[in-house]
């Protein structure tokens, strides 16, 4: 049973940082692509940044330079670490994990993780 635990959300003042954790089981970690996603209120789900087996990354437009994706696949574990933040990344962030790459022209597929609630104050 695949399972995914997303973690570190919480609230933090714009210009602040935050580090998201998602751990998996499950599943052989170290092949499969993945990714982080983030829906906020009234809006449709939206790739944030994604990572292969071998960590080539891709990160949406709105978040390059400011967000980090990276994996240890002796953890099974892929964090997100997100600086310079915004009110407008407020959302909830999700985790995904999928067999094929991950980029922003792919539906949304694979498993998913319950999410985790990330608010940004102005």
């Known amino acids: 049973q695949v399972q995914l635990v997303e973690s570190g959300g919480g609230l933090v003042q714009a210009g602040g940082s935050l580090r998201l954790s998602c751990a998996a089981s499950g599943i052989i970690f170290r092949v499969n692509n993945m990714g982080w996603y983030r829906q906020a209120p009234g809006k449709q789900r939206e790739l944030v940044a994604s990572i292969t087996p071998d960590s080539s990354t891709n990160y949406a437009d709105s978040v390059k330079g400011r967000f980090s994706i990276s994996r240890d696949n002796t953890k099974n574990t892929v964090n997100l670490q997100m600086n310079s933040l915004k009110p407008d990344d407020t959302a909830v962030y999700y985790c995904?994990?999928?067999?094929?790459?991950?980029?922003?022209?792919?539906?949304?597929?694979?498993?998913w993780g319950k999410g985790t609630l990330v608010t940004v104050s102005s």
């Open positions: 995904n994990v999928r067999g094929d790459r991950i980029t922003i022209a792919s539906p949304p597929a694979g498993y």
